[in-house]
């Protein structure tokens, strides 16, 4: 089948595309899309630099967070590396942005992990760029999800894992990722059912992961939480930029979208889409079955969850040997072993009529 997209590669050799996709994936707002990523309670200085920032004072809202940055508060270091990148409030310096953005990585900010990851990307340092993804997008990242499902889809960087790939996707897209909608659309035209089917599991066992362990019941996703400690970045132009009322949609990969009336919209024409898969291969031959019960951060949570599972439902689980298969940033917690896909298919129905995600995976 032909390619309908473009490798990370030949995404990132643009580096216009590249600069304006590291703009758009700017300093954050309350939106619906932006209010998923995780963030420290604001500061009174940092949220007095974002009102400056939205009524175009630049100089005023790099005052403000200065301290703030200087202090480690990680939104102030990353807005300040947005700044740097604007070249708004001060000088256009990269180097510096990219300082700004790993200090606040380090901390665990997840735009700030994207968007170092995209300028590692741009280097070549696909690798690194990937593990910064993995940790953003296990903080329920949109965009590093979506570029997750892109690597994974297409086996560039990470190992080409269609069932995952999708799972990513799907999670981007129930962020509200216009991009994610269409490349889910490739996924799902391209796919077998079988392996759409395990990643619709799979992005509900990611989601109600970190929840089991704990709570010992599937949850729904968290609802959106408002942020006003950072704020969304417009493409720099003449007039002063107003400031974002709603979510201005990410560009689409390809073609460039028209900009939305009243703003500018940035492309992100770095970010791959997935190619076109060719015909799922039928199962190997030999391996065996197990059960996928969940996706979880930390290895201590799947074992908790196994503990809440096997005290719950001993007459589902007993006998079942429990392993924890490292996935990227996650741990997959699965239990076997099954002889053929339909044992394993019959345990995970008992318990999917309890509400706990599960499906059936083959192992080599």
Not at 15 to 41: C, D, Q, Y
Not at 254 to 274: E, F, K, L, Y
Request: proline share 7%; glycine share 8%; net charge positive.
């Amino acid at each position: 089948m032909r390619d309908i997209v473009t490798t990370v590669g030949d995404s990132l050799a643009g580096k216009t595309a590249l600069e304006n996709a590291t703009m758009r994936h700017g300093l954050i707002t309350a939106t619906a899309f932006l209010a998923l990523f995780v963030s420290v309670p604001a500061l009174g200085g940092v949220k007095e630099g974002v009102v400056k920032w939205q009524a175009s004072d630049y100089k005023g809202a790099v005052v403000e967070w200065m301290p703030f940055a200087a202090k480690g508060d990680p939104d102030a270091l990353f807005n300040m590396g947005q700044a740097y990148k604007l070249g708004r409030g001060v000088p256009l310096d990269k180097a510096k942005a990219e300082d700004f953005y790993r200090r606040a990585a380090d901390k665990g900010h997840a735009p700030a992990q994207s968007n170092l990851g995209i300028l590692l990307a741009q280097r070549g340092e696909k690798a690194q760029a990937a593990e910064l993804w993995q940790k953003a997008a296990a903080k329920r990242d949109a965009r590093a999800q979506y570029m997750l499902g892109v690597l994974h889809f297409n086996g560039d960087t990470l190992p080409k894992n269609w069932p995952l790939a999708f799972a990513y996707m799907t999670q981007a897209n129930s962020a509200g990722l216009p991009q994610a909608g269409r490349a889910l659309a490739t996924m799902t035209a391209s796919l077998s059912p079988a392996d759409r089917a395990a990643g619709s599991e799979m992005a509900a066992a990611m989601t109600a992961g970190d929840k089991l362990a704990s709570s010992g019941k599937p949850l729904l996703a968290p609802a959106p939480r408002k942020l006003t400690n950072t704020i969304a970045v417009e493409k720099p132009q003449a007039a002063a930029p107003k400031p974002a009322q709603s979510t201005a949609a990410p560009a689409a990969i390809s073609p460039r979208p028209s900009a939305a009336p009243g703003r500018t919209v940035v492309t992100n024409t770095d970010i791959p889409q997935p190619r076109a898969a060719a015909p799922a291969p039928s199962a190997a031959s030999g391996g065996e079955w197990r059960i996928q019960l969940g996706a979880f951060s930390q290895e201590a949570r799947a074992r908790e969850a196994w503990t809440t599972l096997r005290r719950e439902y001993p007459a589902i689980v007993s006998g079942l040997e429990p392993t924890y298969a490292s996935g990227g940033a996650m741990i997959r917690l699965q239990a076997g072993r099954f002889a053929n896909a339909g044992d394993a298919n019959a345990v995970c129905q008992r318990l999917r009529d309890t509400g706990r995600p599960c499906f059936a995976v083959h192992t080599n």
